[in-house]
C-alpha cells in the first residue's frame, strides 16, 4: 500500500514567512513614516514664530505675546471698572494706533506706554503711565468724561480721549480690537490660544494671584502650584482664563483649567487652541498652573 505523500514542514512555512515578511516591512515603513511625520511637525514648530491667537464669530487675528499680554491688562481693568466690553474695544484700538499694544518707553515728544500719554499733559509721572493697569486706568478715567461714549463711533470716542493729529486713524483696528475685547472678557469662551516656549523663569503662584487681585480685582485662592479663583459667572470665569492664557508670558502660568476645557502652553500648535480638560472644574472655577 503506497504511502500518501507528505508535506515537509518548510513547505507551510514558506508562504507564513512572506506573509510575516510583509507586515514587518509595512510596520517598519508606517514606522520610519510617523517618526519623519513627528520630526517635520517638530521642526515646524522650532521654526514657527510665538504667537497668540484670538478667535470670535468666526475670525481670526494674530498678536505677539506680549501685545496679548497688554490687551489683555486693558480688559481686565475695564471690566474691574464695571465698563462694557464696548470700553475695551475702544481702548485696544487706541493702542494699537499709539503704541502696537507694546509699552514702550518712547514716542512723539514726552509720549510713553501703551497709549503714548504725556506726563507733560497731566497724564501723571512716566513710572506712572509705563504701569499698564495705571495707564489703562488713566484712559478709562478720561473716557467716562466722553458724552455718549457707550454709542459713539470708536473712532470718535477714541479721538476724544486722545486728541490725536487723526482721529481718523483709530478706525482701522476696530475688526481685530472688537474680536480680542470679546475674547478677553469672556464673551467668546476659549477663544485665544498662545504658542509659547517654557518659561525662562519660574513663575510663582504667589505672584500670579496678585497679578489676578491687580488687573481683576478678586482674590485667588494658593493651592500648592496652582491659583484657583471662583469667578461670580462663567462670562467672568472665561475672561479669567482668558487672561491666564494672555499673560502666561509674563507670569511663567503653563496651563488654564475652566470648566472641562483646558490650554496647556507648550510651541505646538496644539496651544493655539484649547482641549478636553482630564478633570472636569465647577464652571465658575479657574485654575491656573505655574511650573
Given at each position: 500500500?503506497?504511502?500518501?505523500?507528505?508535506?515537509?514542514?518548510?513547505?507551510?512555512?514558506?508562504?507564513?514567512?512572506?506573509?510575516?515578511?510583509?507586515?514587518?516591512?509595512?510596520?517598519?515603513?508606517?514606522?520610519?513614516?510617523?517618526?519623519?511625520?513627528?520630526?517635520?511637525?517638530?521642526?515646524?514648530?522650532?521654526?514657527?514664530?510665538?504667537?497668540?491667537?484670538?478667535?470670535?464669530?468666526?475670525?481670526?487675528?494674530?498678536?505677539?505675546?506680549?501685545?496679548?499680554?497688554?490687551?489683555?491688562?486693558?480688559?481686565?481693568?475695564?471690566?474691574?471698572?464695571?465698563?462694557?466690553?464696548?470700553?475695551?474695544?475702544?481702548?485696544?484700538?487706541?493702542?494699537?494706533?499709539?503704541?502696537?499694544?507694546?509699552?514702550?518707553?518712547?514716542?512723539?515728544?514726552?509720549?510713553?506706554?501703551?497709549?503714548?500719554?504725556?506726563?507733560?499733559?497731566?497724564?501723571?509721572?512716566?513710572?506712572?503711565?509705563?504701569?499698564?493697569?495705571?495707564?489703562?486706568?488713566?484712559?478709562?478715567?478720561?473716557?467716562?468724561?466722553?458724552?455718549?461714549?457707550?454709542?459713539?463711533?470708536?473712532?470718535?470716542a477714541a479721538q476724544a480721549v486722545?486728541?490725536?493729529?487723526?482721529?481718523?486713524?483709530?478706525?482701522?483696528h476696530e475688526a481685530q480690537a472688537?474680536?480680542?475685547?470679546?475674547?478677553?472678557?469672556?464673551?467668546?469662551?476659549?477663544?485665544?490660544?498662545?504658542?509659547?516656549?517654557?518659561?525662562?523663569?519660574?513663575?510663582?503662584?504667589?505672584?500670579?494671584?496678585?497679578?489676578?487681585?491687580?488687573?481683576?480685582?478678586?482674590?485667588?485662592?494658593?493651592?500648592?502650584?496652582?491659583?484657583?479663583?471662583?469667578?461670580?459667572?462663567?462670562?467672568?470665569?472665561?475672561?479669567?482664563?482668558?487672561?491666564?492664557?494672555?499673560?502666561?508670558?509674563?507670569?511663567?502660568?503653563?496651563?488654564?483649567?475652566?470648566?472641562?476645557?483646558?490650554?496647556?502652553?507648550?510651541?505646538?500648535?496644539?496651544?493655539?487652541?484649547?482641549?478636553?480638560?482630564?478633570?472636569?472644574?465647577?464652571?465658575?472655577?479657574?485654575v491656573l498652573r505655574v511650573g
Open positions: 500500500m503506497p504511502h500518501p505523500p507528505m508535506t515537509l514542514a518548510e513547505e507551510h512555512s514558506g508562504p507564513r514567512r512572506r506573509r510575516w515578511g510583509c507586515l514587518l516591512v509595512v510596520a517598519l515603513v508606517l514606522g520610519v513614516g510617523l517618526g519623519a511625520w513627528i520630526g517635520v511637525r517638530r521642526l515646524i514648530d522650532s521654526w514657527s514664530p510665538l504667537e497668540c491667537r484670538v478667535v470670535a464669530s468666526g475670525r481670526t487675528f494674530t498678536w505677539a505675546p506680549d501685545q496679548a499680554s497688554n490687551a489683555a491688562v486693558i480688559t481686565a481693568i475695564a471690566m474691574r471698572r464695571g465698563m462694557v466690553p464696548r470700553a475695551a474695544t475702544i481702548a485696544i484700538a487706541t493702542a494699537m494706533q499709539e503704541s502696537k499694544v507694546r509699552n514702550i518707553s518712547y514716542g512723539d515728544r514726552d509720549s510713553v506706554g501703551l497709549f503714548q500719554q504725556r506726563p507733560s499733559q497731566g497724564w501723571g509721572t512716566v513710572e506712572q503711565i509705563m504701569n499698564p493697569e495705571y495707564s489703562s486706568n488713566a484712559f478709562y478715567d478720561a473716557l467716562e468724561e466722553v458724552p455718549n461714549w457707550q454709542t459713539a463711533d470708536i473712532a470718535h486722545q486728541r490725536s493729529a487723526d482721529g481718523t486713524a483709530y478706525a482701522q472688537r474680536a480680542t475685547a470679546s475674547v478677553l472678557s469672556g464673551q467668546s469662551p476659549a477663544g485665544i490660544g498662545c504658542r509659547l516656549d517654557a518659561p525662562k523663569t519660574a513663575g510663582t503662584a504667589g505672584a500670579v494671584a496678585t497679578l489676578v487681585k491687580a488687573d481683576h480685582g478678586l482674590t485667588a485662592r494658593i493651592e500648592g502650584t496652582s491659583v484657583v479663583v471662583d469667578a461670580t459667572s462663567e462670562a467672568q470665569a472665561w475672561a479669567i482664563g482668558a487672561w491666564g492664557v494672555a499673560r502666561s508670558v509674563d507670569t511663567g502660568v503653563t496651563s488654564v483649567v475652566v470648566a472641562d476645557r483646558e490650554w496647556t502652553r507648550s510651541r505646538s500648535a496644539d496651544a493655539l487652541t484649547w482641549h478636553s480638560a482630564d478633570a472636569r472644574q465647577p464652571a465658575q472655577r479657574v
